[in-house]
């Protein structure tokens, strides 16, 4: 098992702030909309620097939405921002209608996803959200693992035409990935090679994986790891060449198990190369309120629940 480590964590949505801060040095093009929430979103560089160039828009994230849509008309870039319950759910007629419809240039930038939200409660735990855009046609779906990564990536949708939902969370995580990384929208990254079982895994839970495949190999386990930080599109290549080596797969994610990763995943596995899969994801239920690693623990999101699923798919194979 190759060695991986870190110096910090960082929150992901720190990553995303530093990232719309560098395009508004770079792309004049690029345009800012905040529902009420430019701290929360880390906002704050870009509005001080580009006050022209910011709208605050208040507690009204459907009409973000319409003036998103709005601003590419005139040839802007359009990056929205609010907690990812409120960038989906509350809003879903107008990025259907409004911009995935006709492929407009907006890139949904959604913060606090997922249950490390934490204390918030279920209300604003959105688990759905991956499920919800990846459906919508022209919509590209990301979800990067770290602070380096989400900046990345937030740069990199800069550059691709098309509506983008890019998902990233509150707490630090481990920030393990290249400061000077080239973000490929829609290819999959190798961590760890292996021959017994594939762990693919996106956001939070890529570092999950990793400590899951370092435990694996004490067992005598060689799982070849992937981080899926784009959802839509999905790198088939990379998953079926994974799975023609290892016979089996795990997915992980922060995210219902219905309509996510795994549900991606399996599709493909369906149509393509049938292979016994575990999930680790929330089993249909809405979440509650409480510290983020208790509440990963609790849903079954953690380093043991990966390594567990691992055995059991290993298990399946013929």
């Given at each position: 098992m190759k060695k991986f480590t870190f110096t910090?964590?960082?929150?992901?949505?720190?990553?995303?702030?530093a990232g719309l801060s560098e395009l508004g040095k770079t792309n004049p093009a690029v345009v800012a909309l905040c529902a009420d929430l430019t701290g929360s979103l880390k906002m704050d560089a870009f509005q001080k620097a580009h006050p022209e160039r910011f709208f605050?828009?208040?507690?009204?994230?459907?009409?973000?939405?319409g003036m998103a849509a709005g601003l590419t008309i005139g040839g802007k870039i359009p990056f929205t921002g609010t907690f990812a319950n409120f960038s989906t759910g509350r809003v879903y007629d107008q990025i259907r209608q409004s911009i995935a419809y006709s492929g407009k240039n907006v890139k949904i930038c959604a913060s606090h996803a997922g249950l490390t939200l934490g204390e918030d409660g279920a209300t604003h735990q959105i688990l759905e959200d991956i499920g919800l855009m990846k459906m919508l046609p022209h919509m590209v779906v990301i979800n990067p693992c770290d602070y380096?990564?989400?900046?990345?990536?937030?740069?990199?949708?800069?550059?691709?035409?098309?509506?983008?939902y890019?998902?990233?969370g509150r707490?630090?995580?481990?920030?393990?990935?290249?400061?000077?990384?080239?973000?490929?929208?829609?290819?999959?990254?190798l961590l760890n090679e292996g021959k017994d079982v594939t762990i693919i895994a996106t956001g939070h839970l890529v570092w999950k994986a990793i400590e899951a495949g370092e435990q694996l190999a004490t067992m005598g386990i060689d799982a070849e790891i992937i981080n899926i930080h784009t959802i839509k599109p999905l790198d088939e290549e990379a998953i079926l060449k994974s799975l023609a080596k290892t016979g089996c797969v795990v997915t992980a994610e922060e995210h219902q198990m219905n309509g996510g990763l795994g549900d991606s995943v399996a599709q493909l596995l369906a149509r393509k190369a049938p292979a016994p899969q575990e999930y680790v994801a929330v089993n249909d239920s809405f979440g509650e309120s409480g510290t983020p690693d208790e509440l990963m623990v609790k849903y079954g999101l953690d380093t043991a629940n990966i390594v567990d699923a691992a055995k059991r798919a290993l298990t399946r194979k013929k």
């Open positions: 910090e964590k960082k929150d992901t949505r720190s990553g995303f702030g605050q828009v208040g507690i009204a994230e459907a009409n973000m939405m380096n990564q989400t900046k990345a990536a937030t740069m990199a949708i800069a550059d691709y035409h098309g509506p983008v890019l998902r990233f707490p630090a995580v481990p920030n393990f990935t290249p400061a000077d990384q080239k973000f490929e929208i829609g290819k999959a990254v």
